[in-house]
């Protein structure tokens, strides 16, 4: 052992020098987290313009362009980047400016977290015509069925989404319904195994739905306009 | 500083000690929360790795920087505090590079403020060594942490849905165990990786017993 | 989203999501002081504590960075937090309990590593909860801490008088059981029933 080391009376530490180095530990840490943060800010803001044109682009094949509005009771505006998420539509227009649909996106809880989806919506058949899971958690084997299961898949070919008389709210709630017992157009067959999960994705389309259709049918020729 | 400054010299010793004989893993069982979380895929557990070993370099480099200057009372919420801006650097930055890979991640990219590891490294070495050394030293930790986070990865993926790197590497007839991506399997393959360690230390001193006992009596 | 009922939160918390079996937070206290009944119990006691004042402090902090647009210093300032909460816990308990604060050693300080406490707060402010979910949240993850704590404890206490193979002791044992326990806790999948 060093024997020559002299005893250290442990002394403390002067104020100045603490708050000092506090100091520039703080200047250092907000120095560079705000330079992350700016720099990084316009490459994730693209990811997920990108992430969105994809999954638009999953539901609605036929689509050679889209924009993004958002509706509001009096009308149809173009979305801007604060605009409240749940209120924006993406509308496909084909090479000659017509419409060929309109996609939205729809969440619900799930067993392990929300369950988000993006459907397609066709005026012209005024049923829902594709849907795309984009972001979910579930059970691997167990939820996540919902993906590849041909079955499940074919409840969304034309899943009735007509609107009431008044024209305030659909006619008929889409609803999942116990596999096997699928009766109407407006309910989901489950997956049996995968209730839970299939059940999210009903409810996450009909809240979804029951908003944004009946003001896509009200404002349809503004949006039809936006083509051109 | 009323520390002793025992500052060692660089050997190899300091790069490859964090990869085996020190695994933060497998020998200190520290940093258990990402390991057991973000394996159920081999690409998820090579980014978590490699996130690790950035925030674990950087920040213990700059504590190595900062260690005279940094008063002995508020060290630790000193280092936390590095630790934690520079996981919010590591955040946005895989934000900018991969939605994909940073929604599978989740919240467990913030929780790397809270990887043992890395707090653990910053008081045992970062504070008493250079900057050099600690920067070896770190590399090496932080490569032993993705190597661990591999073992688990790939084993939790090929069986647990045949695919390595989202690759098909087991043919279509194999019924993929699905246990292996639930929780209770990171748990069980984390539990096999231990006792194979455990068993193959126990070897190891078993035999250099026996080596013992022969050149006692052989002599 | 953030409609889910109160019961709902603490029940999903306690077993469904069981912030140690199911979602991995909490690895090292309970794999370190899950050896005792009554260390686990307090250790879980002071952690739940723990999680509650950082959620309370975590709802306010974040409501303040957003007003002000700072949401980019989140991490840092939740952090802190936590660890200054984990002080004030340790002084009361010093004064309050020295018993208690002998019997915890360690491991109090450790609280503010814990991977739980942070992730109640990073939790909470994604799922956007309300100052009332937040607090039944974190109670109710704490309690789910606890539990697996206790369990593990229980298990643990009988095993270290059975005939285990001397490999098998040590950590590689505690997973094997915090793995069978997490397949059992995957029973409580129907309780929820996704609610809203």
């Known amino acids: 052992m060093n024997t020559e080391l002299p005893v250290q009376v442990p002394v403390e530490s002067p104020t100045v020098p603490m708050i000092r180095t506090l100091g520039l530990i703080s ?83 799930g067993y392990a977290d929300l369950v988000h989806v993006m459907f397609a919506y066709d005026p012209a058949c005024q049923c829902i015509n594709a849907l795309k899971v984009t972001k979910m958690n579930e059970t691997p084997g167990l939820g996540d069925t919902v993906l590849k299961d041909p079955d499940f898949k074919r409840n969304f070919e034309a899943l009735d989404a ?59 020729a503004e949006l039809e306009s936006g083509g051109r | 500083m009323s520390l002793l400054n025992k500052e060692e010299p660089l050997t190899l010793d300091t790069f490859v000690r964090g990869i085996w004989r020190e695994n933060p893993v497998f020998v200190t069982v520290l940093g258990m929360c990402p390991t057991l979380a973000v394996t159920n895929s081999a690409t998820n557990a090579i980014s978590m790795g490699l996130a690790t070993l950035f925030v674990l370099l950087c920040s213990n480099v700059l504590v190595s920087m900062l260690r005279k200057v940094i008063p002995k009372e508020v060290r630790i919420a000193s280092y936390i505090v590095l630790i934690a801006s520079f996981v919010t650097v590591v955040d946005y930055a895989i934000q900018a590079i991969s939605l994909e890979v940073y929604e599978a991640l989740g919240a467990f990219i913030q929780l790397i403020v809270v990887n043992c590891i890395i707090l653990g490294r910053a008081e045992a070495y970062a504070s008493r060594q250079t900057v050099v050394n600690t920067a070896v030293n770190s590399i090496g930790t932080g490569i032993g942490f993705t ?48 006792l194979l360690i455990d068993w193959m230390n126990h070897r190891k001193e078993r035999k250099a017993l026996e080596q013992e006992g022969a050149t006692v009596h052989g002599q | 989203m953030a409609n889910e009922s109160l019961g709902f939160i603490f029940l999903n918390a306690l077993v469904i999501n ?14 370190g002081v899950s050896g005792k009944k009554d260390t686990a119990l307090n250790m879980g006691i002071a952690t739940t504590f723990v999680m509650f004042v950082s959620s309370m402090c975590a709802y306010a902090l974040n409501w303040v960075l957003v007003a002000l647009g700072i949401e980019f210093l989140r991490l840092i300032s939740y ?48 799922k956007n909860y309300d100052l009332a979910q937040s607090a039944v949240y974190s109670i109710g993850a704490g309690a789910g801490f606890t539990l697996a704590l206790l369990l593990m404890a229980g298990l643990r206490e009988k095993l270290d008088l059975a005939d285990v193979p001397s490999v098998a002791r040590g950590a590689g044992m505690t997973l094997m059981l915090a793995g069978l326990l997490s397949l059992a806790f995957m029973g409580f999948a129907g309780l929820g029933g996704g609610g809203d």
């Open chain 1, 27 to 109: 200047l250092i840490c907000g120095f560079s987290v705000t330079l992350a943060y700016q720099w990084t800010k316009p490459h994730v803001d693209e990811n997920q313009r990108v992430t969105t044109e994809r999954a638009v682009l999953a539901v609605l094949p036929e689509a050679a362009t889209q924009k993004a509005f958002v509706l509001r009771v009096d009308g149809v505006a173009p979305a801007a980047a604060d605009s409240p998420p749940e209120d924006v539509v993406y509308v496909g227009y084909d090479a000659d400016g017509r419409i060929v649909g309109i996609a939205a996106r729809g969440a619900s809880r």
């Open chain 2, 147 to 194: 190597l661990a986070l591999l073992c688990l990865g790939v084993v939790r993926e090929v069986l647990g849905a045949g695919t390595l790197f989202g690759v098909r590497i087991l043919p279509e007839q194999f019924q993929p165990w699905v246990l292996m991506l639930l929780p209770a399997g990171g748990f069980f393959v984390l539990a096999g990786w231990m």
């Open chain 3, 18 to 31: 069981n912030f140690v079996l199911a979602m991995f937070l909490g690895i090292c206290p309970f794999l």
């Open chain 3, 79 to 126: 952090i802190v937090v936590i660890a200054s909460a984990v002080q004030l816990v340790e002084m009361f308990i010093k004064k309050t309990s020295p018993a208690l604060f002998r019997a915890l050693g360690i491991y109090l300080p450790l609280i503010t590593t814990n991977c739980a406490v942070l992730g109640i707060a990073v939790f909470q402010t994604a």
């Open chain 1, 162 to 220: 007509r609107v009431n008389a008044e024209g305030t709210a659909l006619a008929n709630r889409i609803v999942t319904v116990k596999h096997g017992t699928k009766r109407e157009a407006w309910q989901i067959d489950a997956i049996s195994g995968s209730t839970v999960t299939s059940k999210a994705i009903g409810r996450g389309l009909d809240r979804s739905a029951q908003r944004l259709v009946p003001l896509i049918l009200r404002h349809l």
